[in-house]
């Protein structure tokens, strides 16, 4: 198949392995039940019965109410059956079991793991949506939005009343994300309708609603529905994201996801054009990458950027006619010198995976346009396609990213990936680069890294390169050569480099048939020029094969074992070795498997010539050997096998001719080498093994005894080998082609099948069946070395523990590979209780592949071993030093329980390996039936050990089965430790497979547990521990430890006894019971009593039933009653299990672990349709004061969960949203509160803060008080909880115990506030009154250690009674504030550093989601703090004033919109404070600021109108920041233009004599009088003026100080602006006025403060995307500030536009050259340090391809200014200046190129040279220019140097090496 066939449309190319029906009218049978070696009518007959067999009794288990056993049970058939058939049933019957499966899955109130199993099967009916479209099948939203609300949003769970699975969130998102395909059109509607609401871009609703729509909105449908769809809510939600930004609140990434789903729905039908500039910026920003100065860069990556969905709408909007193309390229042209090696660190990271998912997305577009089969959800407009220009366009764009990235420290994984997939798009373009690069690095021995990395790479291009036969002809002509120059890769000294050459060999032997075609040009006369090269390089093929076995000799000599290693030397070597023999064996299977006979005859000739009179080691080099000799024969077992086996049964019977060998323990390596080398040749053809049958048979019986242990294991594994062999069925060879590669070239020439991929029909797979003779061989071979093995045991009970371990693998090693043959046990069936209503019964094929049985004397094998081995293992029970024995008959009971032919976690092995091969071998433009021969060969095996699992007899369970459980047990609770593991995995594995046989053992297992020693051994009651907790069971899934099992038969046996298992103290059993505990903690579910069925499921279960072929008359009315019998039944269990548990605790039995433990058990135990007893109440009310902190908090916890169970019901209440005229009836008006109880009482209280932000529900859910009633009209219940409150001592003790635990950690606790919310609102104003003295007694105490503590609890009261108030009535209101305001006034009075915090999230939670009318007496409270606290600033501290503003704010912030008033009036309060001289509290006063103007955004305006606008503080504050940037304008700029040497003259201040005049001639000189007089009269002028200045002077000054106070609280609200609220576009017009004015500032080194502030606001600034609207004014005050005097300014301006452009440069593109200007002209500013910012800004907008270099322009002005002749001396100023800035700019664009050496670079470089000598500062900076660039492509500098003539290279290495010293 090949490659170049990209323009081929999508409806002229339809693969034979992809029809939507079968000819049968079957949805899709599976494609390889055509291969199997059964006759496909057997098959599907059987599939025939087994499906209607699942209908039947899956349809009746719903009708009879058994769905915990019946329904789940056939559930799990029906995903067996799809994994085996697939989908091979009709539309209808497809639509009817999707019906149903849905109506189970949303069943409300079900078992989580009964829904997991239905959503499984739901999901696998629904993998081909192309077979279903939304026309055959509608699903309504509403049911899956209630089980997403009821198991993701549960209260109960969040309470303790029920324990949701930790899978759930998963399960159900997998399960919404197949149903909303199927929603009816009517569905978005709805959904926008419900959700749309809760919109509110202050509100963590909003995240909640996005992340509901992103889940459920449908965004894929026929073209007529779109206008029902998602162009309903397009345009707003693309208005939220593009004016929004919720990049760290959570819901852009909810929104992304959406958008990102939508676009590749609709590829081609949404214009995406005017948001893209937008889009591409947010990517760019959301990598963090580092850009900019140091103290500008803010290193973090946006967490809520998925690049999986990002890119999938980044690739999917594009079409060829929008920009989307052209900002991918700057984008790839941004990003790519970050990928470059020299770069490290988690930005890098990042953007590697980024690059890889692009190139996947990209590619998987391509597939679906022009190869995938047109279905209803992959329609894509002709005319929106992508054209073979913009496919070139973007492989052209991305390799240069590949090559540079491959060599990361990061690892080429990524990089290696997108090679695979777009080497199939473009081959022409980077395969040739590809192999030049690996050629240069199999050159070069010095840089072993680039090999791995390029080596790995050409791995994934294998394919490629061997079948892009028309766009790439010259890639088949490199294989050979390939294959010759990278066998010096194998290497003993570098392992991870001879496995990537083994990986190479294998893939490109897999797809190209060697064989020796030189000579086709002589018999064939079709052959093309290409053709006639390609054969005549087939000559090689012969060396090459030579110097790779020769290569494989090498290392084999060079591996071999050094026994003077160390142990941990040793370690490390065999995990080496072990890796690469592996690696080797596959390579020499797929290398001589494709290979002719001809050549393989020569091969093996080499190789059997060096093994053949050689011996070698056998731990080593023994196995690298047999490694190559496995593939030769695997592949050519007639050849090989002729020589093999004989030479080495002649060898090894002539050692063992003297008996005693086999009893040394030494025994001649030449043995151990043959039996090793007669092993590894068993896994061939089994037919081609039976003549060698009776010398191998005896080899076994000289040899399987052998006392030495290495001997003995060679001899069991070729035992084994042989049965398995024979016996078993299998693909017979896996080559790529099924031709004769020895036919006649005129006839077949197999470099035309090179890299073929045949279809299913074009494959046929040559099985091994085992014949007659075979089975009678594996019987004969069975009862020669079984039957012995098990009469000896039986006859000889104490034999040598050495040969009975022997004894026992041979055993084991029999019946390993025998299961087809064995049916299972012969005995009376034990019974497990089953509750179901349906037979569970295991389906069984009736057309087996064979009938054969192996028997033992006519007796049932499996009941013969089974005699010999249960009174075996008790005997060995009870002896010492049996561990290993006891492991081996372990391993026999699994092969007796388990082993029916195959297992399943084989086969599931098996397929994960084949996906991976067919990934690795794969074409990720073709269809899935495009597969090498060696796939299909290989799924075809899996599907055949699918069907041979379905045959297993694993039914009845018997008493033998019973007996083996119970001898498990023992084994599992045995001394051994390695024993008990084995014992325990058998175990898992038996679980699995028999339903409910856990019961069997659980009795032994609570017995051990609960008696007492020395009747159990402490190993005992370890074992049985070990059983509780079974970690190898919890490898597969942690459901299967018994801890956890959902079982309640077994839970009611089980936790007493584990509470009761209290024996040893020791610490590894201490552990262990740690870990059982932890486990179900993290694991439990709440079991169900019941497990409803709607009247859908019995619909849809009825609508079956009535299609059945032969319908069942079912029972309902009994199905009915055995339905409420089992209910009751688990009720009982679980009323007894808690009875047991509380008497167990109140008995005083157990330890006070134990009992810790219990109590949690009864924690888990709570439930929501049970009431809790008065024995549970009261056990966990006293629990409270425990002396335990961990059993204090679990009674919190449960008494919290208690008294939500009990909480009153309140009706709900709605009003019609047109009730509220405008958006002011739900705001705070502090002149209209409800403040008497009439006002009170008529106010419909809306809670919910979003409601009404954006949009209005149809009805607004409003609250009327409620009081809750008195104590004594309450439950008993809930009186007991009241009575321990009533008690001042246990209310005091409480109080003490909260206000110490957790010191360490002291923040407040959300458990502890719910617990005091849940007594608020179940007891009313009656709790407070019961806490008021432990309150008063907290807040009286002194002690400074514990204040923090004492004031957190105090925090967390006050919060959880204000929320627990929400149905108060207005009097119980008024009260309560009555005594808290006074309360917390004292508290936050006194409040300390570490408690501001406590008491800051109290009052946020107070005002959180609650009415601001209801709260008006805490917000007047607060604001008359602020107030009172301004008014006596004298004794206020600025920790006491910093405190209320935070306070203040908390309580703000929660009210969002609907307090403009109090906005207004807070933003009031600061402007009058905004000169504070406290630092804390600017700090904080920016931060409120922050609170008060987030809502002056364009989405509020329509209802936030009037709220404060920054435009009045900023028109405010401006005029006088402006006055402080003159004054300092002109102070930075005297004090930074004048010498710094010299003497700095004060401003501002008269000389004494300044007033007087100087007299000029002696005519008009005085008399001495009065001039005496004139004197002191001028002195006292003087005075007078110098007095009057001098208070200007302080006047001025402390004006200007109060300025720069103003200026740096405006810089905190700035810092908080632009760094920590991120939902709204943080730049303004007016904000874009402070940039002249902050940018001096950032030098202001007088001030360190202000410094500090100016710098954090311009490093936020510059990391902001400025929005389309705002380039022309950020253009506009640039240009104003570069022209500020101060040289500082125009340098912070240069560093501050550096990140601007490269983040905002997908904005900023229409204004190019005007940006271009204002860099220019700093070139030339009279500052060097100017200048120098000017050059690198240029350089960063050249790398960044911002500025162009395309019209010359530039760099011919450059050129220009530069070209000027300066003299060593006395050069005007002007020419230097002239110069230099030439230079400057010609050195921004030799920087600008750091990793490359474009055509205009040497040039650029020979100008610089010729200035090298020049006066400074034009010297300097040519030399720096010139050594970055030898710092920067010093790696690669031979390739670049490539680029420079001769001349140009003298120049460079004259200026650019060292002279030698000895020159």
């Not at 002229?12 to 006759?39: C, M, V």
């Not at 509780?1028 to 007493?1056: C, F, I, K």
């Not at 529900?1257 to 008993?1276: A, G, Y």
């Not at 003026?1585 to 000054?1597: H, I, P, Q, S």
Request: overall charge negative; hydrophobic content about 40%; charged content about 20%.
């Amino acid at each position: 198949m090949e490659c170049e066939d990209v323009n081929m449309d999508t409806e002229e190319k339809a693969s034979d392995s992809n029809l939507d029906q079968t000819q049968d009218g079957f949805q899709k049978a599976s494609r390889y039940l055509n291969l199997l070696p059964i006759p496909i009518d057997k098959l599907n007959a059987d599939a025939d019965r087994y499906f209607q067999l699942i209908k039947n009794r899956l349809s009746s288990a719903v009708l009879l109410l058994d769905i915990k056993q019946g329904a789940r049970y056939w559930a799990s058939q029906l995903q067996r059956y799809i994994k085996i058939y697939s989908l091979r049933f009709t539309k209808q019957e497809h639509i009817d079991l999707v019906k149903l499966l849905f109506q189970l899955v949303v069943t409300p109130d079900q078992e989580c793991s009964v829904t997991y199993i239905f959503i499984s099967v739901f999901n696998k009916l629904l993998q081909k949506k192309k077979l279903l479209s939304p026309d055959d099948l509608s699903l309504p939203w509403k049911p899956v939005y209630d089980l997403w609300h009821e198991l993701l949003n549960n209260k109960d769970d969040s309470h303790g009343r029920r324990f949701i699975p930790p899978y759930a969130e998963n399960m159900v998102m997998n399960f919404i994300k197949q149903c909303r395909v199927y929603f009816p059109v009517e569905a978005t509607q709805e959904i926008l309708d419900k959700f749309k609401p809760y919109i509110c871009p202050f509100d963590n609703s909003m995240n909640d609603a996005f992340e509901v729509m992103a889940l459920f909105l449908p965004t894929t449908g026929p073209l007529e529905r779109h206008s029902r769809m998602y162009k309903l809510w397009f345009d707003e939600f693309m208005g939220i994201y593009v004016n929004l930004d919720g990049s760290r609140l959570g819901w852009e990434s909810k929104i992304l996801s959406l958008f990102s789903r939508l676009s590749g729905h609709n590829i081609g039908l949404i214009d995406w054009e005017p948001h893209i500039p937008h889009i591409f910026a947010r990517i760019l920003r959301a990598f963090g990458l580092p850009v900019g100065p140091a103290k500008y860069q803010l290193s973090h990556a946006d967490p809520s950027y998925e690049f999986s969905s990002v890119f999938l709408w980044v690739v999917a909007m594009v079409t060829p006619t929008n920009s989307a193309m052209a900002h991918i390229a700057q984008f790839l042209h941004t990003v790519e010198p970050f990928l470059h090696p020299s770069n490290h660190g988690w930005s890098q990271r990042g953007l590697h995976g980024a690059i890889s998912k692009l190139c996947q997305l990209f590619t998987a577009r391509v597939k679906l346009e022009r190869y995938k089969k047109p279905t209803w959800d992959n329609y894509v407009p002709r005319e929106m396609r992508l054209t073979d220009d913009q496919i070139s366009q973007f492989v052209d764009l991305v390799k240069p990213l590949i090559f540079t990235g491959l060599f990361s420290k990061h690892g080429p994984q990524d990089m290696t990936s997108c090679l695979f997939n777009l080497a199939f798009l473009r081959p022409e373009k980077l395969l040739p680069l590809h192999l030049e690069n690996l050629y240069q690095a199999l050159e070069n021995l010095t840089e072993p890294h680039r090999l791995k990395a390029t080596l790995l790479g050409t791995i994934a291009v294998c394919r490629a390169l061997v079948t892009c036969t028309d766009s790439y002809p010259e890639g088949r002509l490199q294989v050979i050569p390939l294959l010759q120059l990278c066998l010096p890769g194998i290497d003993s000294n570098d392992s991870s480099k001879t496995v990537s050459t083994f990986q190479l060999i294998t893939m490109l032997s897999a797809l190209t048939p060697l064989a020796d075609c030189s000579e086709a040009h002589l018999q064939r006369t079709d052959l093309s020029e290409l053709e006639r090269e390609l054969c005549s390089q087939t000559a090689q093929l012969q060396d090459f094969i030579f110097i790779f076995i020769d290569r494989i000799f090498v290392l084999i000599e060079g591996l071999a074992l050094d026994h003077h290693e160390s142990a941990a030397a040793r370690s490390r070597s065999s995990m080496m070795e072990a890796m690469i023999e592996s690696v080797l064996k596959t390579a020499s299977i797929s290398l001589f498997q494709q290979m002719s006979r001809s050549l393989f005859k020569l091969s093996f000739e080499k190789v059997w010539n060096y093994i053949s009179n050689r011996v070698f080691e056998v731990l080593v080099a023994g196995k690298l050997v047999t490694a190559l000799v496995y593939g030769m024969v695997k592949a050519q077992p007639s050849l090989t096998l002729p020589h093999i086996i004989p030479h080495c049964c002649k060898n090894i019977l002539d050692l063992t001719n003297n008996a005693d060998v086999c009893t040394d323990e030494r025994p001649d390596n030449a043995l151990l080498w043959n039996l090793l080398l007669i092993s590894e040749c068993m896994l061939v053809t089994g037919s081609v093994l039976l003549p060698y049958t009776e010398d191998i048979s005896t080899v076994l019986d000289r040899t399987l005894h052998m006392t030495n242990t290495t001997g003995h294991l060679f001899s069991c594994a070729l035992l084994e080998r042989f049965i398995k062999t024979v016996g078993g069925i299998y693909p017979n060879d896996l080559r790529s082609i099924e031709h004769d590669l020895d036919q006649p070239l005129s006839q077949y020439l197999p470099i035309r099948d090179w890299g073929f991929a045949p279809t299913l029909s074009q494959v046929t797979v040559d099985w091994h069946i085992p014949t007659s003779e075979a089975l009678n061989t594996i019987q004969d071979t069975i009862t020669r070395f079984l039957l012995p093995e098990l009469k000896y045991l039986d006859e000889n009970v104490d034999c040598d523990r050495e040969d009975l371990q022997r004894r026992l693998k041979i055993i084991a090693d029999c019946l390993k590979n025998i299961g087809l043959y064995l049916p299972t046990f012969q005995s009376d069936p034990h019974v497990i209780e089953s509750e179901g209503a349906v037979d569970t019964t295991r389906y069984k094929v009736q057309h087996r592949i064979t009938q054969f049985t192996v028997t033992l004397e006519g007796e049932n094998t499996r009941n013969r071993v089974m005699q010999t081995i249960h009174p075996l293992m008790v005997r060995l029970l009870s002896k010492d030093d049996s561990a290993k024995p006891l492991s081996i008959i372990a391993v026999i009971y699994a092969s007796l329980l388990l082993n029916f032919g195959v297992e399943i976690e084989n086969v599931n092995q098996r397929a994960k390996n084949v996906k991976t091969i067919k990934h690795s071998l794969g074409h990720p433009l073709h269809l899935a039936g495009s597969q090498v021969r060696m796939v299909h060969v290989e799924c075809a095996y899996v599907q055949l050990c699918r069907m041979i699992y379905l045959q297993s007899d694993f039914d009845p369970f018997t008493q033998l089965h019973a007996t083996i459980y119970n001898d498990l047990v023992l084994l599992a609770t045995s001394r051994y430790e390695d024993v008990q593991s084995m014992s325990r995995r058998v175990l898992a594995k038996c679980f699995q497979e028999f339903k409910s046989s856990q019961r069997v053992i659980v009795p032994d297992i609570c017995k051990l547990l609960i008696t007492p020693p020395p009747e159990v051994t402490e190993e005992q009651f370890k074992g049985a521990l070990g059983l509780v907790y079974n970690a190898e069971g919890s490898m597969t899934s942690p459901y299967y430890s018994l801890a956890v099992l959902r079982d309640t038969v077994v839970q009611r046996q089980l936790w007493p006894a584990i509470v009761q298992a209290q024996h040893s103290e020791k610490p590894n059993i201490q552990l262990l019971v740690d870990k059982i505990i932890k486990k179900i903690e993290k694991h439990y579910e709440t079991n169900h009593f019941t497990f409803p069925v709607t009247e859908g499921s019995k619909s849809a279960a009825q609508v079956i039933q009535r299609k059945l072929s032969q319908p069942v008359e079912l029972d309902l009315a009994a199905g009915e009653s055995a339905a409420r019998v089992r209910t009751e039944k688990y009720k009982g269990m679980y009323v007894e299990l808690r009875d047991e548990l509380m008497s167990l605790i109140y008995a005083d039995v157990l330890q006070w672990k134990h009992k810790e433990f219990a109590m949690e058990l009864v924690a888990f135990l709570q439930r929501n349709d049970l009431d809790p007893t008065v024995q549970e109440v009261a056990l966990f009310s006293r629990s409270l004061i425990d002396d335990a902190v961990s059993v204090r908090k679990l009674a919190i916890g449960v008494v919290t969960g208690i008294l939500f169970h009990h909480k009153g019901k309140h009706p709900k209440e709605y009003v019609a949203s047109t009730a509220f005229k405008s958006y002011t009836a739900l705001q705070y008006d502090p002149n209209n509160v409800p403040d008497t109880e009439e006002k009170w009482a008529e106010t419909s209280f809306v809670e919910k803060t979003y409601w009404g932000c954006k949009h209005w529900p149809d009805k607004v859910p409003i609250t009327r008080s409620h009081p809750p009633p008195s104590p004594n009209e309450l439950p008993e219940v809930q009186r007991l909880i009241y009575t321990c409150f009533s008690d001042v001592t246990f209310t005091l003790t409480l109080f003490k115990y909260l206000s110490l635990q957790d010191r360490e950690k002291d923040k407040f606790s959300n458990s502890t506030y719910s617990f005091f919310k849940a007594l608020a609102r179940n007891y009313g104003p009656a709790i407070v009154e019961c806490c008021k003295e432990a309150i008063a007694k907290l807040q009286s105490d002194t002690d400074h250690l514990t204040e923090s503590s004492r004031q957190r609890l105090v925090a967390e009261f006050v919060a959880g009674v204000v929320r627990g108030s929400k149905y108060w009535s207005f009097n119980q209101m008024n009260e309560l504030f009555d005594w808290l305001l006074p309360t917390v006034k004292k508290a936050i009075t006194n409040v300390s550093d570490e408690a501001i915090t406590h008491w800051g999230t109290s009052i946020a939670t107070c005002c959180e989601d609650r009415e601001p009318k209801k709260l008006y007496r805490l917000y007047q409270f607060l604001l008359e703090e602020v107030q009172t606290v301004d008014h006596d600033s004298s004794s206020a501290t600025s920790l006491q004033t910093s405190s209320r503003l935070y306070f203040l704010q908390a309580a703000l912030g929660q009210q969002q919109w609907r307090i403009p008033e109090l906005n207004a009036y807070t933003t009031q309060l600061i402007k009058e404070r905004l000169a504070c001289p406290f630092k804390s509290i600017r700090t904080r006063l920016g931060s409120v600021l922050c609170s008060c103007y987030i809502f002056d955004i364009p989405y509020m305006d329509k209802h936030c109108w009037h709220n404060p606008k920054r435009a009045e503080l900023i028109n405010t504050v401006l005029p006088l920041v402006k006055e402080l940037e003159e004054s300092t304008d002109k102070e930075l700029g005297a004090t930074s233009d004048c010498d710094s040497n010299a003497a700095t003259p004060l401003t501002g201040l008269a000389t004494p004599t300044s007033g007087l005049d100087t007299p000029t001639s002696g005519k008009d000189t005085p008399s001495s009088e009065e001039s005496t007089l004139g004197v002191v009269s001028s002195a006292l002028a003087a005075i007078e003026v110098l007095e009057l200045e001098t208070n200007m002077e302080v006047e001025e000054r402390s004006e200007n100080s109060r300025k720069k106070l103003i200026f740096k609280t405006v810089l905190s609200w700035l810092h908080s602006n632009f760094e920590r609220y991120t939902m709204y576009q943080k730049w303004t017009p007016e904000i874009l006025k402070f940039i002249p004015i902050i940018c001096p500032h950032t030098a202001n080194y007088s001030d360190p403060e202000l410094r500090s502030l100016a710098q954090n606001a311009v490093k936020y600034m510059s990391k902001t995307l400025l929005p389309q609207e705002l380039v022309s004014d950020f253009i506009h005050v640039i240009r104003e500030a570069i022209g500020l005097e101060s040289w500082h300014a125009r340098t912070t301006v240069l560093e501050l536009l550096q990140p601007m452009i490269f983040l905002n440069q997908f904005t900023l593109s229409d204004y190019t050259s005007q940006i271009q200007d204002i860099v220019v002209h700093l070139l030339s500013d009279e500052r060097i340090e100017v200048k120098l910012a000017a050059a690198t800004t240029l350089s960063g907008g050249i790398q960044c391809r911002f500025f162009k270099l395309d019209n010359g322009i530039l760099l011919k002005h450059f050129k220009r200014l530069a070209d000027v002749k300066l003299k060593s001396k006395n050069n005007k100023s002007e020419r230097l200046q002239q110069c230099h800035t030439g230079l400057l700019g010609l050195g921004a664009v030799v920087r600008a190129y750091p990793y490359d050496v474009p055509n205009v670079i040497p040039e650029l470089l020979m100008i610089l040279s010729a200035h090298v000598h020049d006066p400074q500062p034009v010297q300097k900076t040519v030399k720096d220019v010139l050594s970055e660039f030898k710092r920067t492509h010093h790696d690669n500098w031979m390739d670049h140097k490539q680029k420079f003539t001769d001349d140009q290279l003298v120049v460079l290495t004259n200026l650019l090496v060292s002279p030698s010293y000895y020159a």
